[in-house]
Every structure is written in structure tokens, then in C-alpha cells.
């Protein structure tokens, strides 16, 4: 459940920002708030799950919003979305990847996928 306070606190923090963050920023700037105890390989799965988890709330929030009348609540939304991102942040920092590295290999692959940008067809027709 979303805390409104810390909701509140988080507006107030992306109001008064000017500078956008880059992912390797996000990164280093979250990594602190990882669990110190685990081991890399603990680190791995621990976001792991946590990534999956996440991505369950995310899809309960959209799912109720499709097909059960609810309005989007993108306040939540935004903040279970960070939530996915922090696990994907640690997974990655666990293997030795940086964000960066993340998004520029996505980037290529899509690339190579969707040459001309996405269409049915090439959808249908992938090699990469």
C-alpha cells in the first residue's frame, strides 16, 4: 500500500529538482539502501524476486483500471514503477552491469529488431 506521506515527501523532492538524474546516477544514488548482509549472489535473487513482485503490483494496479472501472492511479502507479526500477537497478549492480549498460544493450537489440520501427510483421518475423 502506498504511504502518502512518503508520497508527498517524494513530490515535494521532484518539484524542487531541476537536473534530470541519468540511470547510472539513479543507480549509484539507490545502491545505498541495498541490504549490506547479502552476498552478490543474494543481492541477485533478492532483486530478482523483488522485480517480480513488483511487476505483479503493477499489473494488479493496470489490470484494475482495464477491466474493473478503476481510475488509473498514477501516483501509485509511479511509485510501484520506481520500486520495479530499484530491482532492476540492484539486479544489475549485483552482476556488475550499470543502468546504462542496460538501456544502450535494449536500445541495440531493438534496433536490430525493429530496423524501421516496430510493425506487425517484423514483430511476427524476428531473428533477434
Do not use: F
Request: charge should be neutral; hydrophobic fraction near 40%.
Amino acid at each position: 500500500m502506498c504511504n502518502l506521506s512518503v508520497l508527498a515527501s517524494y513530490e515535494d523532492r521532484r518539484a524542487s529538482e531541476t537536473k534530470p538524474m541519468t540511470m547510472d546516477e539513479y543507480q549509484k544514488s539507490v545502491t545505498r539502501t541495498t541490504n549490506l548482509k547479502l552476498t552478490d549472489t543474494e543481492r541477485l535473487l533478492d532483486a530478482a524476486a523483488g522485480l517480480a513482485e513488483e511487476a505483479g503490483e503493477i499489473l494488479g494496479l493496470v489490470r484494475k483500471h482495464a477491466y474493473q472501472a478503476h481510475s488509473l492511479n498514477r501516483e501509485r502507479l509511479t511509485m510501484e514503477l520506481g520500486d520495479a526500477l530499484w530491482c532492476l537497478s540492484m539486479a544489475a549492480k549485483s552482476a556488475g552491469i550499470t543502468l546504462d549498460e542496460v538501456a544502450a544493450a535494449n536500445v541495440a537489440k531493438l534496433r536490430a529488431r525493429y530496423p524501421d520501427g516496430y510493425s506487425d510483421s517484423a514483430s511476427r518475423e524476428r531473428r533477434v
